[in-house]
Nanobody, 126 residues
Framework: QVQLVESGGGLAQSGGSLRLSCAAS????????MAWFRQAPGKEREFVGT????????YYPNSVKGRFTISRDNTKNTVYLQMNSLKPEDTAVYSC???????????????????WGQGTQVTVSS
């Protein structure tokens, strides 16, 4: 059974940093593109970024470009989200997702993903 388990969430101050991790099990990790989404209370799920199976392709939306960095370690079956210059509006539950294959510009469609983690809360205080 495929599992994605996020960790690293918590409380940060505005301007601070956090690094989230998502550990995957029971899948051929390098064959899967990984993505991060977030959802704040009362808001729609928002795409945060994605990385291809090899790590050679990475895509971010403008809302986080330059502040967030996705990386992966295929030897550890783990994808990371480094979040810098955090803002209160970054407060949300962050979830990782996996899909087989890279879909480029369609990566922001959460319906394209096969597996999801349970999410980790990130709270940024002003």
């Amino acid at each position: 059974q495929v599992q994605l388990v996020e960790s690293g969430g918590g409380l940060a101050q505005s301007g601070g940093s956090l690094r989230l991790s998502c550990a995957a099990s029971e899948l051929t990790f390098s064959s899967y593109a990984m993505a991060w989404f977030r959802q704040a209370p009362g808001k729609e799920r928002e795409f945060v970024g994605t990385i291809s199976g090899s790590g050679g392709n990475i895509y971010y939306p403008n809302s986080v470009k330059g502040r967030f960095t996705i990386s992966r370690d295929n030897t550890k079956n783990t994808v990371y989200l480094q979040m810098n210059s955090l803002k209160p509006e970054d407060t949300a539950v962050y979830s990782c997702a996996a899909r087989r294959g890279w879909i480029g510009s369609l990566s922001g469609d959460y319906g394209k993903y096969d597996y999801w983690g349970q999410g980790t809360q990130v709270t940024v205080s002003s």
